[in-house]
């Protein structure tokens, strides 16, 4: 087979079917990695790294402090714990989401009367400036380009409300918390419809509905609160919308699929995850993005272990196309430059078809 | 308390488990069951009824995460435990003074980023240097925990969530007053 350019092999496994070789794919990345390849320049570092898809940005803030902050400015060691994508956010963000030192933890949107104030405004030339993907675009024709956008309507509900006074209002309030998730969908598709106007390829969607063997909600309460909601947010699009959740979202993918949803990122294997059962049981209705494990093999340096991880996720998920190589979640900061290094190399090579 | 408040936060804790249950139904149960004792209070302070034990708990140092800390404080305080919780980003030497203070059955340690494991390890070589271990109970747990690592570290106990963890504690303090009796 000749070889594709990165979009014709994106769009190919998109379709489900087998391109030359497995596409790279990156959720988020952390700083860390933009200042080893790139330099601190997103294009440099995610060409550098052999990705497939370039990630396009919405840019978010907390009190003036966007997003990756730290390729931009000096964050004070006081303002990181974790550091990372929201190292420097310290205070109440757009959403409501409330954050100490990088780190996130609680929410302040509590009434209805909290809404209106944590619904940010559009400013859709100032979250993706066209400029910049125009740039992307001369300068990168040939990748593919999603709209990673992690400002899901249902996660982003629970964080800006705070896990237990959102767990408390679907007893309490449950209108509220309707009237939350609609108005963030809302918010959401407008978003999207114009970075897709600019130029996306597909969206993933990112929105957290679980953790470590669980899902936050019953499948029943992720039906009558979610699903909806994804669904408007797929009709409203003409691109494919996958959607990335962490844990363990296994006994919600039917829900998914019959909202629209065509992808699915991280699959993490920690949280309960089988890659290989996915596969087989969704592989022709899901584009499956993941996963090698972040949490036990990308944190370290031993790159036989990583090369059996990548080994592993191309037995499972590899054969009839539908399958882009990519972490188990974010490339965080506790990845190792070696690990990711190796990780993206060895996929190109036993990656083919 | 024991027939009815602690017994249905039991039925709860597993059907939490047997995914009968998700957090929301949990946190409600929780609600009610704390209602309820505070009721119950002055008559259980009355009748000088035990508590099954105290647990001090935290967040390690350098992690502000406590969702699921907040959930095995319910679970515990559910099981009739007294909680001593002592938050988020918690320094290692808060949790030997107040192991000192408190004198607990049992101290849990949560950690969500694989980051602060290093602290989790710290935490645990400090209540050991402290000779504060062969007197309690340390248990661990929170995403990337694994019962390896518990191992691994020198804690007693780990659990793969909120609800295991009360049951986990329970079967260790067993052990540790039968090993008392021989």
Known sequence: MREMTSRERVLTTIKHQEPDRVPLYAFSVDPKFIKHFGGGNPLKAFDAMGLDSFPIRVQNWCQGVPLLASLVMDIPEDFQTAGGAFGGWHGVDEFGRIWKRGSYIGGALKTWDDIDKYIPPLQLEERTPPSVLETYKNKYPDKAYALNFHSGPFGLTIESMGFEHFFYSLYDDRELVKEVINRRTEWFIEICKYVQELGADYLVMGDDVAYKGKTFVSPNDFKELAIPYFKRIVDALDIPVFWHSDGYIEPLLDLAISAGIKGLHAIEPPAGNDLGRIKQKYGDKLVLLGNVDCVSVLTTTDLDLVRREVDRCMEQAKAGGGFMLASSNSLHGACTIEAVTEMYRYAQEVGRY | ?182
């Open chain 2, 1 to 182: 308390m024991d027939n009815a408040l602690v017994t249905g936060m039991a039925v709860v804790g597993n059907k939490f488990k047997n995914n009968e249950l998700f957090l929301p139904e949990v946190m409600i149960a929780a609600r009610a069951m704390k209602a309820g004792l505070k009721i119950l209070e002055p008559v259980l302070r009355k009748s000088n009824a035990e508590l099954k034990g105290t647990l001090v708990l935290g967040t390690v140092r350098g992690d502000l995460h406590d969702v699921g800390k907040n959930m095995v404080s319910m679970m515990f305080r559910g099981a009739g435990f007294e909680v001593i919780d002592l938050g988020i980003d918690v320094p290692d030497e808060v949790f030997v003074e107040k192991i000192r203070e408190h004198c607990p059955e049992v101290v849990g340690l949560s950690a969500l980023l694989s980051t602060t494991l290093p602290a989790m390890k710290s935490t645990v070589e400090a209540i050991n240097a402290a000779g504060l271990h062969e007197q309690t109970i340390i248990m661990v747990g929170g995403a990337p925990v694994t019962k390896e690592f518990a191992n691994e570290i020198g804690a007693d106990g780990w659990a793969p969530d909120a609800a295991s963890a009360v049951e986990q504690a329970a079967a260790l303090l067993k052990e540790r007053t039968l090993e008392a009796d021989r």
